[in-house]
């Protein structure tokens, strides 16, 4: 099946310093990832959407210039929380969308990463 | 008003009961539906996926799509111990790419 695959799986560091997390897919290629925010015992939400070789799209209210994506091929999206504070402390989670048409799925579903654990002190 | 409702619960069950889950939606350009498992601490895994009204069935999951009704339900038999989880209903537009998630139901099956 369909693997996604994020690192780091736990960040811990200090106020004002920038971290990032890659995504990639390991058995197919993704023209579209997602990156999402989740806090505790809440759903999903969306914070962009990229494309590779393009400019990620940015949900409303999510600041581009604090949340940097990079999708440079077509396995591998980065997300970096430059200068991040406490309150950027959350569960990241990146998905992908396999490229290829398939017969099983007109509609290619998204296939999750495992998520990063952001903590801010 | 969400565009996607989802009881929270938790439901608790007893082991071997059947579980019973749902959604209502209210935009009806949404065409694909999917149910996603997430364990503590971990991403979204896919189970489930359909885009036509009626009954599919995977071991022992079945997804029920009304499109009639805006209202979509998991039915997970026999539960285990290891089917405790929260579970997410996710919906898609047709030639969309934005998922819309419920907000998850967390499921306890007791042994």
């Known amino acids: 099946g369909a693997v996604v695959s994020q690192h780091p799986s736990r960040v811990i560091c200090k106020s004002g310093t920038s971290v990032k997390i890659e995504c990639r897919s390991l058995d197919f290629q993704a023209t579209t990832m997602f990156w999402y925010r989740q806090f505790p015992k809440q759903s999903l939400m969306l914070m962009a959407t990229s494309n590779e070789g393009s400019k990620a799209t940015y949900e409303q209210g999510v600041e581009k210039d604090k949340f940097l994506i990079n999708h440079a091929s077509l396995t591998l999206s980065t997300l970096t929380v430059t200068s991040a504070h406490p309150e950027d402390s959350s569960f990241y989670i990146c998905s992908a969308r396999d490229r290829r048409a398939s017969q099983r799925y007109s509609n290619q579903p998204q296939h999750f990463g495992d998520g990063t654990r952001l903590s801010i002190l | 008003q969400k565009e996607v409702e989802q009881d929270p619960g938790p439901l608790s069950v007893p082991e071997g009961a059947i579980v019973s889950l749902n959604c209502t939606y209210s935009n009806s350009a949404f065409q694909y539906f999917m149910w996603y498992r997430q364990y503590s601490r971990k991403g979204p895994e896919l189970l489930m996926y359909?885009?036509?009204?009626g009954n599919k069935e995977d071991g022992r999951f079945t997804a029920q799509v009304d499109k009639s009704s805006k209202y979509i339900s998991l039915f997970i038999r026999d539960s285990q111990p290891s089917d405790s989880a929260t579970y997410l209903c996710?919906?898609?537009?047709?030639?969309?790419?934005?998922?819309?998630f419920g907000g998850g139901t967390r499921v306890l099956v007791k042994p």
């Open positions: 996710a919906i898609l537009k047709a030639a969309g790419n934005k998922l819309t």
């Open positions: 359909t885009y036509s009204s």
